[in-house]
């Protein structure tokens, strides 16, 4: 069982509602590093940190971190899904590192951001189901809230070579591929 899984060490902010069980510490923030993912099914992403004052937090959502003080987005904008499973992979891909990309959110609304790493799943229903799996891939929206999207609604940024203009009648494939199946 994995449950909690090393990422790459990002500075961030924790919302210091958080810390104050939502009762105070609205529009405040404490300067910290992500070092841990946490999976727990039908909860929003969540992260492990240690705060600048040596204080270490696990189990902090998604919602609650930004990478610069920043109005607070709707938990139901941070995340499109929650977490499958306790079982997961985190990678940074070092093709997608740097790119910029454009996240439709549930609202409609499209917000720019940069990549920070992935979280794939394995070994839930889900994940083996080729139009239900999903990846999180964590992005820092340019207003500085942290967000959980699927490749489905995301649109990278490359002007070197890619010119967005994605297919709106493209399919999720349904097929499972086996050469023994």
């Keep these: 069982m994995t449950l909690l899984g090393e990422t790459p060490y990002t500075n961030c902010f924790v919302r210091n509602e958080f810390l104050f069980d ?3 510490g609205h529009g405040e923030f404490t300067p910290a590093v ?3 993912f946490r999976a727990e099914p039908a909860r929003v992403p969540m992260f492990q940190v240690m705060l600048d004052s040596g204080a270490q937090w696990a189990r902090v959502p998604i919602h609650m971190l930004c990478s610069k003080p920043c109005a607070p987005l709707p938990i139901e904008q941070s995340s499109w899904w929650d977490c ?3 079982e997961f992979s985190v ?3 070092p093709f997608l590192k740097g790119h910029a990309v454009t996240a439709l959110g549930r609202d409609g609304q499209i917000r720019k951001g940069h990549y920070l790493f992935s979280i794939d799943w394995m070994k839930t229903g889900w994940s083996e189901v080729p139009d239900q799996h999903k990846n999180h891939h964590i992005i820092a929206l340019e207003s500085g809230s942290w967000i959980a999207y699927p490749n489905n609604r995301l649109v990278w ?3 070197s070579w890619i010119t967005p203009a994605p297919n709106r009648e493209w399919q999720t494939p ?5 050469v023994e199946g």
């Design 22 to 24: 939502e009762k105070r």
């Design 91 to 93: 990678v940074a891909l």
């Design 34 to 36: 992500v070092f841990a």
């Design 157 to 159: 940024q490359d002007p």
């Design 84 to 86: 499958y499973g306790y």
């Design 174 to 178: 349904t097929r499972i591929y086996s």
